[in-house]
């Protein structure tokens, strides 16, 4: 949950898209409630158009579908209360820092992915598209190049374009 | 026509999507239409067996396919 919210918060969409709630079934008052306070929380924040936020939330998915991230949420207990092969175990805020880094690089390579799948582009571009730095670009487009996810497709004059594979 | 626009405006409808746990917050939420209790329409609800079943992923896809946010309640 924390980390949808992250996601979203990082995509531009807003953490307060998601909310959660716990109620009991005697609560039906608790229930009327939060839902009351929900509306108006959304009401506020007004209407959220799919098609403007369509590449953050096609990397917000593919995020949180990444192997990555899916094992590391997994290995949450282990690695906070058990500890790893080395018995070293992580602290709570770490551990967190730990998940937020990976899901922001897994997210950016997501947003790239996501604009290469448009078609080719220069890295420029992808920049321009994505909102995200140049230099970030190049340095998510390299370890996608690395895992065979994005190739150069040819030259342009001497601007290199890249293509998703 | 005009007059018709900002109607639409000021009362702008959220749509709500909520996964609601079967055994907590749908109970809950059963009870509330029971006790007659008033809360605004705005909530489409899936009634899932627990509010664990919910993948992070299904709150994306629902903000994808248009709903104004995603409410979770177990």
């Not at chain 1, 969409?13 to 998601?18: A, C, E, K, Q, S």
């Not at chain 1, 175990?89 to 390579?109: I, M, R, S, T, V």
Request: glycine content about 8%.
């Amino acid at each position: 949950m924390e980390l949808v919210q992250y996601l979203l918060d990082l995509s531009g969409i807003g953490r307060d898209r998601v909310q959660l709630r716990w109620v009991s079934a005697a609560e039906g008052q608790l229930f009327a409630k939060y839902v009351t306070e929900v509306s108006n929380i959304t009401r506020e924040l007004g209407p959220f158009d799919p098609e403007e936020f369509r590449l953050p939330l096609a990397a917000v998915e593919q995020t949180l579908n990444s192997p990555r991230i899916r094992w590391l949420l997994g290995l949450t207990k282990q690695l906070t209360e058990q500890g790893n092969v080395y018995n070293e175990k992580l602290k709570n805020e770490d551990f967190k820092k730990l998940l937020q880094q990976a899901a922001e690089e897994e997210y950016h390579k997501a947003l790239i992915m996501a604009a290469l799948e448009e078609g080719p582009r220069s890295v420029r571009q992808m920049a321009e598209e994505t909102g995200l730095p140049v230099y970030t670009v190049s340095l998510r487009l390299n370890e996608l190049e690395r895992c065979n996810q994005a190739g150069l497709k040819e030259y342009s004059g001497s601007t290199p374009i890249f293509m998703g594979m | 026509m005009k007059v018709g626009n900002i109607e639409m405006n000021k009362s702008f409808e959220p749509k709500i999507l909520a996964f609601l746990c079967n055994w907590c917050a749908y109970a809950g939420a059963d009870l509330a239409g029971v006790s007659r209790l008033q809360y605004p329409p705005t909530i489409r609800s899936i009634r899932v067996m627990c509010s664990g079943r919910v993948d992070p992923v299904y709150i994306i896809d629902g903000l994808k396919s248009g709903f104004d946010s995603v409410f979770v309640s177990g």
